[in-house]
């Protein structure tokens, strides 16, 4: 029985972080895909059952199954919260994208075009998942939503962020928006150079390792082995 119950509470710690389908970035709060809303059940479900066989073997007849709704309640938030490996793909792209998306976004507010227009723009240009989820999230303003609330909506984002805090806050305490994109644009680019700088420089350690790993038996055989005889044949 115990076994059973801790295979149920891995399962359910499986289940919780399994990736699931990606989301369509909308306006409004995501919500999860329906894969991950099932799978969160399953889980919260094994988590439930390990709390009432293991937690009650553990932790006698009246704890044991209250820590399994806690957990199973964990696991249900969790779940709900995680992001999937296809939704942190498409988040690490967009941040990729942004710096050559804002540059562009800046010329075109600096040859005179407003900002929800310079973004449309923008994003026309270069399309892809990023301009995707720009247009998604700044489409209330062709249907004359406040511009505040939709930059607002816009900093929630993880991959757009910069822009919509840069706009809101031109928007809100008056400077240009065209120096505001200009500046973005010019530290995005800095810090996309630097994020590459840095991955570089991750590879290199990361293949540090299995070149060592590599060279390790080659060393052991020609260096140890031999001095290690030779030791030996002297004491004989």
Do not use: K
């Amino acid at each position: 029985m115990t076994v059973l119950a801790a295979a149920c509470a891995a399962l359910a710690v499986l289940l919780a972080h399994r990736p699931g389908r990606p989301r369509a970035p909308i306006p409004r709060g995501p919500r999860p895909p329906s894969d991950v809303r099932r799978q969160r059940g399953v889980a919260a479900a094994l988590a439930v059952v390990a709390g009432l066989t293991w937690g009650r073997d553990l932790l006698g007849p009246l704890l044991g199954p209250a820590v399994g709704l806690a957990g199973a309640a964990l696991v249900w938030t969790a779940a709900g919260r995680g992001e999937s490996s296809a939704e942190r793909r498409a988040t690490l792209r967009a941040r990729a994208d942004l710096p050559h998306l804002v540059g562009l976004a800046a010329d075109a507010v600096r040859a005179g075009s407003d900002p929800a227009h310079a973004l449309r723009h923008a994003a026309d240009a270069l399309p892809g998942p990023t301009a995707d989820r720009l247009l998604a999230r700044t489409h209330a303003l062709s249907l004359g939503a406040d511009p505040a609330a939709v930059w607002r909506r816009l900093a929630d984002d993880p991959a757009l962020a910069p822009l919509g805090r840069a706009l809101a806050r031109a928007h809100e305490s008056g400077p240009p928006v065209a120096d505001a994109i200009a500046r973005l644009a010019v530290r995005s680019a800095e810090q996309a150079r630097a994020e590459v700088e840095d991955r570089a420089r991750r590879v290199g350690v990361r293949a540090a390792v299995p070149l060592g790993l590599c060279l390790l038996p080659s060393f052991v055989v020609l260096g140890i082995v031999p001095l290690a005889a030779a030791l030996l044949a002297d004491l004989w």
